[in-house]
């Protein structure tokens, strides 16, 4: 079975500054997906980056970078400058290739400070 | 493109009450979901579906059914709702698992619907 660990329950940042959040798993599959979901108080779950496990190359997307170590089952997400808009529930997920199943982290709740 | 809908957003129910919670996605998807997600806790699956006729049990399918008889539609149904089942439900759909496939993995949420039994 698949585990996802998210060890911070809550995490606070002042705006513009930087901040990462972790993320562990465990699996002895070699051909996976992870994933980063933001869900706002709105709680819509918006994807905010995906990293194939076969890419040695981090996912990046404007803001939002990944440190993706796979020897060591590592998935942080670095957010850099800081918005009040990212303030919401950052959770982790992992799927297997060609399955069906997600696992998903307990989550952190980020707070951006003004 | 509406995405995925959920209806309805707030329902409160008396403990015993049955009720079904719609979902239907315009995007063509094979793989829809439902999970439920408890306060402060991450997403638990309770049924999946990898197309038209196929449901499977997910992490906490008991006390739920669903059935799949279209591509677009998966509704969730609440038998005899206990206060247990209070909680925030989420449908979600992806179009594939497929390595080679562009959007492969990514899944897309509704906006939730809201459960209190009480």
């Known amino acids: 079975a698949q585990t996802v660990t998210q060890s911070q329950p809550e995490m606070s940042v002042q705006e513009a500054e930087t901040v990462t959040l972790s993320c562990t798993y465990d699996?002895?599959?070699?051909?996976?997906?992870l994933f980063w979901y933001k869900q706002p108080p709105s709680r819509q779950m918006i994807l905010v980056i995906r990293?194939?496990?076969?890419?040695?190359q981090n996912a990046t997307e404007n803001r939002f970078s990944v440190n993706f170590q796979k020897a060591a089952k590592s998935f942080s997400l670095k957010i850099s400058d800081s918005q009040l808009g990212d303030t919401a529930m950052y959770f982790c997920?992992?799927?297997?290739?060609?399955?069906?199943?997600?696992?998903f982290g307990s989550g952190t709740k980020l707070n951006v400070k003004p | 493109n509406a995405g995925v809908t959920q209806t309805p957003k707030f329902r409160i129910l008396k403990i015993g009450q049955s009720m079904t919670l719609q979902c239907t996605q315009d995007?063509?998807?094979?793989?829809m979901y439902w999970y439920r997600q408890d306060p402060g806790m991450g997403l638990k699956l309770i049924y999946y579906?990898?197309?038209?006729?196929?449901?499977d049990k997910g992490e906490v399918p008991n006390g739920y059914n669903v059935s799949r008889s279209t591509t677009e539609d998966f509704p969730l149904r609440l038998e005899l709702a206990a206060p247990s089942q209070t909680s925030v439900y989420f449908c979600?759909?992806?179009?594939?698992?497929?390595?080679?496939?562009?959007?492969?993995?990514?899944?897309?949420f509704g906006e939730g619907s809201r459960l209190t039994v009480l």
């Open positions: 979600a759909s992806s179009y594939s698992m497929n390595p080679r496939d562009r959007d492969t993995g990514e899944l897309f």
């Open positions: 699996t002895s599959e070699s051909n996976y997906y």
């Open positions: 990293q194939e496990a076969y890419k040695q």
């Open positions: 997920a992992f799927v297997r290739y060609n399955f069906n199943k997600f696992y």
């Open positions: 995007m063509n998807h094979n793989y």
């Open positions: 579906s990898v197309g038209a006729g196929i449901t």
